[in-house]
């Protein structure tokens, strides 16, 4: 067996598994360090009321003080790394570092400047903006105390003594993302012009503060055709905390051109984590890729030909097929997701209610759910519709890839390019429900738009 197919055995059929050990005992900490900081409780309460936020999905560590709940950590599963904080690697989990003087439960933020303003202007900041890491107090009281984080790819602790001249250099490359180019004569081109710009940005900052810049760009230019996306943020930079409860972001990506999209991302430090595949019909492949420091998570979505779905398909080559299927056809008409197309959708994660119901009171609908289930939930957004050149339609339909009633809904009424995720997660699950993301990929897939029924098979 080749190395290539060795390492995709590794990681094909990776089954995760729900964690209640483990999460019932971090609820029942954060409960007792939650009653011990009566202020940081009262946050919580904002956070989920106003955004359908848990403060559990957006912890980053804990630090904790008494060495007694050590043997605890570890039946529960948790295992103490050679730099001595516990880690957790089969369920989504928060590090416990141990460390002198009070406990301190530390939770993500986007922006720790949005918020200080949010929460009290008063506050102080302990690290540089724009640097790779940076820290807020936010609320203390006599046993425990509760702090904002905000992480820009840096994978310690301890705020970071950062150098004028890298924090000049990330901010140009923030600026570069947020600002680059998008739409170009050939795929081609465009990609070894986003390569070669990914490829500047790791050279002097490092892939992780890199990867960190580049997703925040890429949920900005998301945002620009997501209502939802823009309505929630809202909501969340008002609460202070940004779109610190991000699961995963998902790109479409043509057989043609997947290797290289791939390519950069890799370069950005993802790394392949799982795949997942459509079992019966076989038409589409999801490569999962994850960046380790940032704990971040992509979906990368690809048609796919049954006999392929053994085979190392983010890496080989793929040769087109004589019909495209749902990622082909949406990189026809809206074009690469890395390039003009962008994010496909951002999950983010709720109390999955409440955020519909935050949603819905805004005019906003979802989806019948594709994941319902008490460990995992996931929803879109109906989604929001983009204008499509009528001569790339005209193609499709001539090359028999779109059949005339749906070319015609398109070249009228443009096609679904954005939506917003709502996603629950519950005992500490990081995997994905399999069947459930084929149900949502035929539903989205551009065939089936203006019709209520399933979409042709293949």
């Known amino acids: 067996m080749s190395a290539a197919a060795r390492r995709v055995d590794d990681y094909r059929d990776r089954e995760w598994r729900v964690q209640p050990n483990a999460e019932a005992f971090l609820q029942e900490f954060l409960t007792g360090a939650l009653k011990a900081c009566p202020p940081a409780a009262t946050f919580a309460d904002r956070l989920w009321t106003a955004c359908g936020v848990r403060l559990r999905d957006i912890i980053d560590h804990i630090e904790y003080a008494s060495p007694e709940i050590e043997p605890e950590l570890a039946a529960a599963g948790w295992r103490r790394a050679e730099s001595g904080q516990w880690i957790h690697e089969e369920g989504y989990f928060p590090d416990f570092l141990p460390a002198s003087g009070k406990l301190t439960v530390w939770f993500r933020v986007e922006d720790a400047g949005r918020f200080v303003q949010a929460t009290d202007p008063g506050l102080s900041i302990d690290g540089r903006a724009h640097a790779p890491l940076r820290r807020v107090m936010a609320f203390e009281a006599n046993e425990a105390r509760f702090g904002a984080i905000e992480r820009s790819g840096h994978v310690g602790y301890e705020t970071p003594q950062a150098a004028d001249r890298a924090i000049r250099q990330a901010r140009l490359h ?92 890799e370069t950005l ?17 999801s490569q999962v890729l994850e960046q380790p420091a940032l704990k971040s998570t992509i979906f990368a979505d ?12 983010a890496h080989e080559e793929l040769p087109d097929l004589d019909k495209h299927r749902r990622a082909g056809v949406l990189c026809v008409i809206h074009g690469e997701s890395i390039l003009e197309a962008g994010l496909n959708h951002v999950a983010a994660l709720y109390d999955q209610k409440l955020a519909r119901a935050l949603l819905a009171s805004q005019g906003v609908s979802m989806m019948p759910p594709f994941s319902d289930f008490a460990h995992l939930y996931q929803e879109l957004t109906i989604g929001d519709r983009r204008p499509v050149d009528p001569s790339r339609v005209d193609a499709l339909e001539r090359e028999g890839h779109l059949p005339a009633s ?3 809904d398109i070249r009228l009424n443009g096609a679904i390019a954005t939506h917003l995720e709502n996603i629950e997660r519950n005992d500490g699950y990081k995997g994905f429900n399999k069947s459930g993301i084929d149900g949502v990929l035929r539903k989205l897939d551009p065939r089936a738009y203006g019709k209520n029924r399933e979409i042709l098979p293949g």
């Open 406 to 408: 749906e070319a015609e």
């Open 174 to 265: 923030a600026q570069a993302f947020r600002a680059r180019r998008r739409e170009f004569d050939t795929v081609e081109s465009g990609l070894d012009f986003t390569e070669a710009l990914v490829t500047d940005a790791v050279n002097d900052i490092g892939s992780h503060w890199a990867c960190a810049l580049w997703l925040s760009a890429e949920r900005d230019y998301w945002m620009r055709g997501c209502a939802a996306g823009r309505l929630q943020k809202s909501r969340q930079d008002a609460a202070g905390v940004g779109w610190s409860n991000i699961d995963h972001h998902t790109y479409d990506g043509s057989r043609r051109y997947f290797r290289h999209t791939i390519k950069i991302l």
């Open 302 to 313: 690809v048609d796919l030909a049954p006999e392929e779905l053994t085979i190392d398909f």
């Open 269 to 285: 430090g993802y790394e392949l984590r799982e795949m997942l595949y459509a079992g019966e019909l076989a038409g589409w492949g």
